[in-house]
């Protein structure tokens, strides 16, 4: 049904509502294209006392460099679909040439800024305890990568920023401030007991964190509803300039909100047992038992995470609702502006979501009790 109404209103002749990417046609790499880069400065000390107690700081400083971009604009040109496999519909149409290259004219900035302090202290062969506390920041214009991409080439800094249909967009599509990572306080407080019990060790791990930051963007995931600037350019030349639903627009401050802070305790026993197997050789069995959120906390931190693997090590501000209606989305209630001129009004331009800041799944909650077992033998 979807493909009859799909074929009866034009097809593939229908205008293009963006500029598509065309495999083997757009976008396309020309010359050379390098990995982006860090430059990392860091520094340390640490402090031994005696045999039993050690205290060590870290600094870090990163800046980002070479971002993948997909530029657009009148100097790309256009390009033809010539692909002999492609449907008669589309060949020999023409598209807005994306190029994906490397940014180094410091239009975009990542940095990264921490220190990390460590302490441990061992009271006899059976009780040791210790803790790291990090305080961190991290901001900039792009997000530059994601954990299950690695570096991308475009995101939630706002689609390639100036450098895609520049005439279309503004500082309001890139805003300097806190990333999406930016964590700005995490610790973590261990202990671990050996009992009279020879092979058993008992441990519990707490940890401690503040909430990421996110802003009223307009972009769910890949759905990007923002504000409609072609009214308010002249067109210099494109074929298919972004519209309404290919422009991101930040409502507020990059960092406006924060993610509620993760409090957990987990708790592990661990119980290894020599076999002899003749002569110098040892087997070890071991088996341990986990206990993930012992108290079955729940704080809205975007830190939820499977519970077999990641466990929350991932904090996650897309698993909250960050929409925004707009003139885009909601034609009649609320009015069209020229952003590059007007501040939009709550209320009047824009509205957020009913559901703004609300969990769109279960890994927006901290990870559920979970109990885990492992066992085998070491040899």
Known sequence: MMFDWFNANGAATLPLTGS???RGVTPQVQ??????????????????????AAIRADFVYREYGGFYIQRTDTTTGRALDTRSFAPASVRGRAYDLTLLENEN??????????????AQYRAGTRFDFGGNY??????????????????????ASGREAVLSYPEYRGE???PNGDLSIDQRHRARLWLNVSPWVSGLTLSVLQALETGVPYSASNQ???????VDPRPYVTNPGYLNPPDGANTQYFFTARDAFRLEGQKRTDFAALYDFGLGVGGSRMLNFFIQTQVINLFNQFQLCGCGGNAAFALGGNVQNQTVDTAVRTNVTNPTLYQSFNPFTTTPVEGVHWAKS???????????????????????LRF
């Open 172 to 174: 309001w599509n890139y």
């Open 134 to 155: 990090t305080i961190s920041r991290a901001w900039g214009n792009i997000e530059g990568e994601t954990v299950p991409n690695g570096p991308i080439a475009s995101g």
């Open 220 to 226: 769910n995931g890949s759905f990007v509803n923002g």
């Open 354 to 376: 009913p559901t703004f800041g609300l969990a769109l799944n279960r890994f927006a909650y901290t990870t559920p009790r979970t109990f885990r077992l492992t066992f085998g």
């Open 105 to 118: 004219d410091g239009l975009l900035s990542r940095q990264y800024t921490g220190l990390s302090l460590q």
């Open 31 to 52: 010359g050379s294209l390098d990995s982006p880069f860090v430059w990392e400065y860091a520094t340390g000390v640490n402090r031994q006392f005696g045999s039993r």
């Open 20 to 22: 598509p990417s065309v």
